[in-house]
Nanobody
Framework: QVQLVESGGGLVQAGGSLTLSCTAS????????VGWFRQFPGKEREFVAT????????YYADSVKGRFTISRDNAKNTVYLQMNSLKPEDTAVYYC????????????????????WGQGTQVTVSS
């Protein structure tokens, strides 16, 4: 079982940047695809980005493409989400999640594909 802890959230002005970290413990991070999702109040979790176990493949939601970058350092058991040009509509709780399943790529955009989740970190972007 992999335990995940997100960090790096906070309050930032529109146009600013934040880097979220997702650190795993309990098992090695290698072999897991990792996704970032976000949740707005009263809404379902929304896909943000995902990265393959090797880091060679990354995919982004259209709403963050060109502004957010997902990366990973398996030696540190950590995945990052670099968020630039933040907008007030990016305000949400951000979660990381992992899965060892092998599926067609569109499955990795779905929260149900992931097996283990972190507790979330709040990102607030002020206008």
């Amino acid at each position: 079982q992999v335990q995940l802890v997100e960090s790096g959230g906070g309050l930032v002005q529109a146009g600013g940047s934040l880097t979220l970290s997702c650190t795993a413990s309990g098992r090695t991070f290698g072999g897991y695809a990792v996704g970032w999702f976000r949740q707005f109040p009263g809404k379902e979790r929304e896909f943000v980005a995902t990265i393959s176990w090797s880091g060679g493949l990354t995919y982004y939601a259209d709403s963050v493409k060109g502004r957010f970058t997902i990366s990973r350092d398996n030696a540190k058991n950590t995945v990052y989400l670099q968020m630039n040009s933040l907008k007030p509509e990016d305000t949400a709780v951000y979660y990381c999640a992992v899965t060892s399943k092998l599926r067609p790529i569109d499955f990795y955009f779905r929260a149900a594909t992931y097996d283990n989740w972190g507790q979330g970190t709040q990102v607030t972007v002020s206008s």
